[in-house]
C-alpha cells in the first residue's frame, strides 16, 4: 500500500481538501455528526464554531433525565395556564392525550364537559351527605374514623389512610396504569393525581410513581422514543417529517429513530427488519457455515480473523497475503496488479469471460442458502470489522494519540486526523454493512441496477479497505518503530488524510445513490461503469478483467454526454463542473 | 389458625351476607378457613337456568380486598362466559376490581351474568359460537345441562 500510486493520489486529494470542505461544508459537518462521539477533548471555542450549528440544522434533539422532566413540566404549566386547571389536573389531561399539548387544547375547547367526564375531573363533590358528621365508615375495610383521617378525591367519596395507602400501592405495583388512577368507588370515575399519591403513600411508592410519569412523557408521546442502547437513560425527540431518520443518542449510540433497529442508513426500514428476521429464521445454518476460523487457502491451517480489515497474512512460514471474504490472493485485490475488488459481487447469472473464480461461485450460487451466505457472511463481518474499529478507535483516543504527541512532537490537535479516519472507517463499515442487506433484497433481473450497485459498492469497498489497511497497520508502525521521522510522519498524515477524504467521498455517492433506488442508472451510472472500466483496464494487463469489453462501448458514450476526471477517471455527466467522487474542478 | 388474623372487613361482610343475604344467594364461610366460601346461586327466573342450584367455591386472597375474590363454579353450566372448569369471565374479578366492591356484589353480578349471557366476550369459544349461530337451540342445551347437573340434589 505504499506505492507511488498511493502517495500521489493522497497528496493531491490532501490539497484539494480545503476546496472540499468549503463547497460542502454542510455535507460534511452533517457526517461528522452522525459519528456521534462527543470529543471530550475539544475545547469551548472549537464547540462554539463546529457544533452549535449542528445542532441547529439538526432533526432531533437528545433529552436528558433533567431535559424530560423540564420539558414536562413546562407542557404541565402551559396546559394549566391556559385552561386555568391546577397543575395536578393538566398531567392527567395531558397524560390522557399522550402528551400533545394541542391535542389537549382542542378538545378542551371543543366540548370541556365531555373531556371532564372522560377523564375524571368532578366540578363539585358527589358525596357530600355527611358534612356535620364527626366520624365516617371507610368503604373499604368498613371501620369508622374521625373525619380528619379520611380522605377523598374530588368526589367526596371518604376512605381511610390506610385503606387509600394499600389502594395506591396495589395500582403503583400494577404500572404505569397508576397513572390514571380513579376512586375506589366503582360507580365513582373522579381521577385520583400525583397530590394524592404525595400525601399518602409511601416514600418508595412516590417515587415509582415519579418514574412512571416519567417514562410516560417519553413512552406515550407521538414524537420521543428512548434511545435503544443497554443502559442509555437519554431519550430522542424526533421532528416529525423530517426526513432521515438517523439519530445519534449521547451516549453514542447510532440507531434510526423509525424503526429504532441500529442505524442503517441508506437501507430503508423495511429491507431491514426483513433481513433481521431472515438471520434471525437463518442463524441456526449460520452458525455453522460462519464458524469462527476458515482455513488458510495455501496451508489450510486454521485462521481466526481478529483484527479489522480484510487482508490478511498467514503466519510464516506460510505468509500467503489473501482476501479474508473470498480466499482469494490479495495480490488480485489492489489496483496496481489490475485486477478489480470482487468481493462485493455474486453473480447467479454465468457470464462469459470471468475469471476462474467465478467458477466456484457459480456452484454457490446454486443453492439459495449460499446465496443468503454471500451477504450475511460480508453484512455480518463488517459488522464486527466496525465492532473492532471502535475498539480501536477508543485505543487511539485514550492511549496512541497520547502517545504519537510525545514521540513526534505534535500537539493532539495536530493528531485530528488520525481520529477522523477511524471514525470515517466506523461509519463507512456500518453503511457497507447495510448495503449487503440491500444487495441481497435487489431484485437479480434489474441487471443494470445490480451493476451500477456492485460498481459503486466496491469502488466504496476498496476506498475502504485502503483506509482501514492504512489507519490499522501503518500507523501501528510508528507508534511502535522508534526510529520514525517527523518526515515520515507527515507524510503518513498527508496520505490518511488524503484516504479517508476519497473514502467519504465514495461512500456519499453510495449512500446517494442507495436512496436514489438507483435511479441514475439509466443516464449516467452504466457509463461511469464503463468510462472506470476503461481507465482501469489502461493501467491492467489486458484481458485480466472483463472491463476489456466494455471499453470501447463506453468511449463512444463519453465523448457525448460525460467527460472523465483528469484526476480519478470519474465519469461525470456533462453538466457537471466539478468530479462527483474527487471534486476536482473540469 | 389462619383466622386469627382475619381483618375486620372480612368478618364484618360475613356477618353482614349470613344476617341479610342477597335473594337467590347463599354464601357461608368454611368452618376451618374462613376466606373460603361455600356459595350457592338460584338460576334466575327467565334464564335457562332457572330451577338450577349452582354451587361456587370463593376465596379471599391474602391481599383482599385490595385483590379481587377468586370465584369458580362447582356445578357444570352451559354457559359462554363460564368454560368447563368453572372459571368466568366478569370484568370486576379482572381488571375492574375495586376494594369498594363486596363478595356481595360479586355474586349478584355472577347472578346477573346468568340471566344476560354475553357471547360477545366469551370464555368458552365452542359455547359462545353456538350462543350466537344459534341461540334458541343453545338455549335448550343449558337448560337441559341445568336439568342434569344443577337439579339440587
Redesign the interface.
Known amino acids: 500500500m505504499d506505492s507511488e500510486d498511493d502517495m500521489h493520489d493522497a497528496n493531491d486529494i490532501e490539497s484539494l481538501d480545503d476546496f472540499y470542505s468549503g463547497e460542502t461544508a454542510m455535507d460534511s459537518d452533517d457526517g461528522d455528526e452522525n459519528y456521534g462521539f462527543i470529543d471530550n477533548d475539544s475545547d469551548a471555542s472549537d464547540d462554539s464554531t463546529s457544533h452549535r450549528p449542528h445542532r441547529q440544522q439538526q432533526n432531533y434533539t437528545i433529552l436528558s433525565d433533567a431535559d424530560i422532566r423540564q420539558r414536562q413540566e413546562e407542557d404541565i404549566t402551559m396546559i394549566s395556564t391556559v385552561l386555568s386547571i391546577p397543575r395536578v389536573s393538566a398531567s392527567i389531561l395531558l397524560r390522557h392525550y399522550n402528551w400533545d399539548v394541542s391535542k389537549v387544547h382542542d378538545a378542551w375547547f371543543a366540548d370541556e364537559d365531555r373531556v371532564r367526564r372522560v377523564v375524571g375531573f368532578l366540578e363539585k363533590p358527589v358525596h357530600d351527605a355527611t358534612r356535620n358528621v364527626t366520624e365516617l365508615t371507610c368503604?373499604?375495610?368498613?371501620?369508622s374514623y374521625p373525619r380528619d383521617r379520611m380522605h377523598a378525591a374530588a368526589c367526596g367519596?371518604p376512605?381511610c389512610t390506610s385503606?387509600w395507602r394499600?389502594?395506591i400501592?396495589?395500582s403503583i405495583n400494577d404500572g404505569p396504569g397508576c397513572l390514571m388512577l380513579r376512586c375506589?368507588?366503582?360507580s365513582c370515575g373522579a381521577a385520583v393525581g400525583q397530590d394524592m399519591i404525595n400525601v399518602i403513600a409511601s416514600e418508595e411508592d412516590k417515587q415509582k410513581y415519579c418514574r412512571y410519569l416519567l417514562r410516560s412523557y417519553v413512552e406515550d408521546n407521538k414524537k420521543t422514543k428512548w434511545c435503544p442502547a443497554p443502559g442509555c437513560e437519554y431519550a430522542v425527540d424526533y421532528v416529525m417529517g423530517s426526513g432521515n431518520y438517523d439519530v445519534t443518542c449521547n451516549c453514542s449510540y447510532n440507531f434510526c429513530w423509525n424503526c429504532t433497529e441500529e442505524a442503517h442508513r441508506p437501507v430503508d426500514c423495511g429491507t431491514v427488519a426483513m433481513w433481521i428476521l431472515k438471520n434471525s429464521a437463518e442463524s441456526e445454518n449460520m452458525n455453522w457455515i460462519l464458524a469462527n476460523s476458515k482455513p488458510c487457502p495455501k496451508c489450510k491451517r486454521p485462521i481466526e480473523k481478529n483484527q479489522g480489515c480484510m487482508h490478511i497474512t498467514c503466519t510464516p512460514p506460510c505468509k500467503f497475503e489473501f482476501c479474508w471474504l473470498c480466499l482469494g490472493a490479495w495480490s488480485d485485490h489492489g489496483e496496481r496488479t489490475g485486477g478489480f475488488y470482487a468481493c462485493n459481487r455474486y453473480e447467479t447469472a454465468k457470464q462469459e469471460g470471468v475469471y476462474d473464480e467465478a467458477e466456484r461461485r457459480r456452484e454457490m450460487a446454486k443453492n439459495s442458502l449460499e446465496r443468503y451466505t454471500h451477504y450475511y457472511e460480508r453484512w455480518a463481518t463488517n459488522q464486527s470489522s466496525r465492532q473492532k474499529a471502535l475498539q480501536d478507535l477508543q485505543q487511539m483516543q485514550t492511549v496512541q494519540l497520547g502517545k504519537l504527541s510525545d514521540k513526534y512532537m505534535q500537539p493532539e490537535s495536530q493528531l485530528k486526523f488520525i481520529t477522523e479516519a477511524w471514525l470515517q472507517i466506523v461509519e463507512c463499515r456500518r453503511v457497507l454493512k447495510w448495503t449487503y442487506a440491500y444487495g441481497y433484497y435487489l431484485p437479480e433481473h434489474e441487471h443494470a441496477k445490480r451493476q451500477f450497485f456492485e460498481y459503486l459498492q466496491g469502488e466504496a469497498e476498496s476506498g475502504l479497505e485502503r483506509l482501514h489497511q492504512c489507519a490499522e497497520k501503518e500507523l501501528q508502525c510508528f507508534v511502535d518503530d522508534e526510529g520514525s521521522q517527523t518526515k515520515d510522519f507527515n507524510e503518513f498524515r498527508t496520505k490518511l488524510a488524503g484516504l479517508t477524504t476519497v473514502t467519504r467521498n465514495y461512500f456519499e455517492n453510495l449512500v446517494r445513490a442507495l436512496e436514489n433506488g438507483l435511479s441514475d442508472v439509466d443516464s449516467h451510472g452504466a457509463c461511469s461503469r464503463t468510462a472506470s472500466s476503461k481507465s482501469r483496464g489502461g493501467r491492467s494487463k489486458p484481458g485480466s478483467s472483463r472491463s476489456g469489453g466494455g471499453s470501447s462501448r463506453g468511449s463512444g458514450l463519453d465523448g457525448s454526454t460525460h467527460w472523465s476526471c483528469e484526476h480519478c477517471t470519474y465519469a461525470n455527466v456533462k453538466s457537471a463542473t466539478t468530479c462527483g467522487i474527487c471534486h476536482h474542478h473540469r | 389458625m389462619a383466622n386469627s388474623n382475619l381483618p375486620r372487613r372480612i368478618i364484618k361482610e360475613t356477618q353482614r351476607l349470613l344476617s341479610e343475604p342477597a335473594p337467590g344467594i347463599s354464601a357461608s364461610p368454611s368452618e376451618d378457613n374462613m376466606r373460603y366460601f361455600n356459595v350457592m346461586i338460584l338460576g334466575p327466573t327467565q334464564s335457562p337456568y332457572e330451577g338450577g342450584v349452582f354451587k361456587l367455591e370463593l376465596f379471599l386472597p391474602e391481599e383482599y380486598p385490595m385483590a379481587a375474590p377468586k370465584v369458580r363454579f362447582l356445578t357444570k353450566i352451559y354457559h359462554p362466559n363460564i368454560d368447563k372448569l368453572g372459571r368466568i369471565c366478569l370484568d370486576i374479578l379482572k381488571d375492574k376490581w375495586s376494594p369498594a366492591l363486596q363478595i356481595r356484589t360479586v355474586l349478584l353480578s355472577i347472578q346477573a351474568l346468568l340471566s344476560a349471557p354475553n357471547p360477545d366476550d366469551p370464555l368458552s369459544d365452542n359455547i359462545a359460537k353456538h350462543w350466537k349461530t344459534n341461540e334458541a337451540e343453545a338455549v335448550e342445551t343449558a337448560k337441559e345441562w341445568t336439568r342434569l347437573y344443577a337439579s339440587g340434589a
Do not use: L, N
Not at chain 1, 368503604?139 to 371501620?143: A, L
Open positions: 368503604g373499604i375495610c368498613f371501620e367519596h376512605f385503606c394499600g389502594y400501592a396495589t375506589p368507588d366503582p
